[in-house]
């Protein structure tokens, strides 16, 4: 295999991640910490992805190169990682470097030059708004779905799993192709505080931390129980304070927490956790969430965390193998990549994963896109109210699409 040669620039030009990466890049963001990139220098499954950055040479005093990757759904399943040719990395401490990564030192050189020139010297063009049609019609069918709520929650009253997590798709159809540059700029003036992802094709916001490892610190920050939001403040605080007194929605978030505490414990020499569960509201819903932090006693990469944690009960269910049966049972659909990880790390083991939650899945033409959006099932569950659940979620996405 050919070594690969990296070599980077710290520059102090605003640039807008979303402008890097524009509809056809790569993108991993949150309130403006994290990293956009265009080009390929290789692409490799997740169980090599570490090896694959660690064999580059990179240039004495450069920033090291970042992989972003996926990873699906199904437990045990190969993600692929994307060591990008061109990335801008913006860390929470302000800064910024531009990361070239090519064959030979000369030619990640001349790139690394030619690229900072495109990136801090022009202004992106803003996509243009125009109108457009849409249709928006269900691909899993609604009486699949509520049978489907009605099958795991009748499950979990029989005691054969705690909690199962049942999901359905929509799609939007336009008649031209949907703009993903101007799709990720609606979900960054509504959605900033989520962790904001594009990866071919695959793009979202997702409010749900899976998995960070920053050198020895740990942190995690499931979500599990749902409620709307209204945009009447008075109405919002009624409905989160519902949210923390239901027993159903502290059942659904408990199962989660418990399950992220004990599978990331083993690695720590510590992991602390809040108390008592708190709202973690969003544009269009407000969740239980709870931090998770911790501080690991022995070299763990963020990747493989991510493998062990993926599908979470939030996404999935507990216990994991039966949920996940019941779910590929019942459901009537393929999930993919949707209820899995999506993220980036270094060759150190270092990196960030959310949950790939409120996303779109964008056909090649860029004019369908297939959504999701799901809800944990416990014994007191509805299916009407669940259904109701998952018309919420819907918006996030939805809103950002569809531009009459």
């Given at each position: 295999?050919t ?30 910490v ?5 080009g ?6 997740s169980?090599?992805?570490a ?10 005093g ?15 399943s190969?993600?692929?990682f ?7 990395v ?11 990564v090519a ?28 109108p ?10 609604v ?10 929650r ?47 094709g ?10 960070e ?19 009447d403040p ?26 992220v505490h004990?599978t ?6 510590y ?27 022995r ?23 039966a ?8 459901e ?18 270092n ?17 369908r ?14 299916p009407?109210?669940e259904?109701?659940?998952?018309q ?5 996405m ?7």
């Amino acid at each position: 295999m050919t070594t690969l040669h990296s070599c980077s620039r710290h520059f102090e030009e605003l640039v807008d991640l979303n402008g890097v990466a524009r509809g056809d890049g790569l993108l991993f963001v949150r309130d403006g910490v994290g990293i956009a990139a265009r080009g390929i220098a290789v692409e490799v499954p997740s169980t090599r992805v570490a090896e694959a950055l660690s064999a580059i040479d990179t240039a004495p005093g450069s920033f090291a190169p970042r992989a972003i990757g996926v990873l699906p759904f199904a437990p045990g399943s190969v993600g692929s990682f994307v060591v990008p040719a061109i990335s801008v990395v913006k860390t929470a401490s302000g800064e910024q470097h531009l990361v070239a990564v090519a064959n030979d030192a000369a030619a990640a050189d001349a790139l690394l030059m030619r690229s900072h020139g495109e990136i801090t010297g022009t202004t992106p063009s803003l996509p243009r708004p125009h109108p457009g049609r849409f249709s928006v019609g269900a691909l899993t069918a609604v009486d699949v779905y509520l049978a489907a709520v009605a099958a795991a929650r009748d499950a979990v009253r029989k005691g054969d799993i705690t909690k199962a997590v049942i999901a359905r798709d929509i799609e939007v159809a336009s008649n031209e192709p949907i703009d993903l540059h101007a799709v990720l700029l609606r979900l960054k003036a509504s959605f900033g505080s989520s962790y904001r992802y594009s990866f071919r094709g695959l793009v979202g916001a997702s409010p749900e931390l899976l998995v960070e490892v920053d050198d020895q610190t740990v942190r995690s920050n499931p979500l599990a129980g749902t409620t709307a939001r209204t945009g009447d403040p008075a109405t919002d605080r009624a409905l989160a304070e519902t949210l923390l007194a239901s027993e159903k929605n502290q059942i659904e978030h408990r199962v989660v927490v418990d399950m992220v505490h004990d599978t990331l414990l083993p690695y720590c020499s510590y992991l602390d956790w809040e108390p008592e569960a708190s709202v973690v509201a969003v544009a269009n819903v407000q969740h239980l969430g709870t931090r998770v932090e911790g501080r690991l006693n022995r070299p763990a990469h963020v990747v493989d965390l991510a493998r062990l944690l993926c599908p979470t009960p939030a996404l999935g269910g507990h216990p994991r193998d039966a949920a996940v049966e019941l779910i590929s049972r019942v459901e009537g659909m393929d999930r993919g990549l949707y209820g899995g990880a999506i993220g980036w790390c270094d060759a150190t083991g270092n990196g960030t994963f959310a949950v790939t939650i409120r996303c779109a899945e964008f056909t090649d033409d860029r004019t369908r896109a297939r959504l999701f959006a799901g809800g944990g099932i416990v014994a007191e569950s509805d299916p009407q109210a669940e259904l109701a659940e998952t018309q919420a979620k819907f918006q996030a996405m939805l809103s950002a699409l569809v531009r009459p």
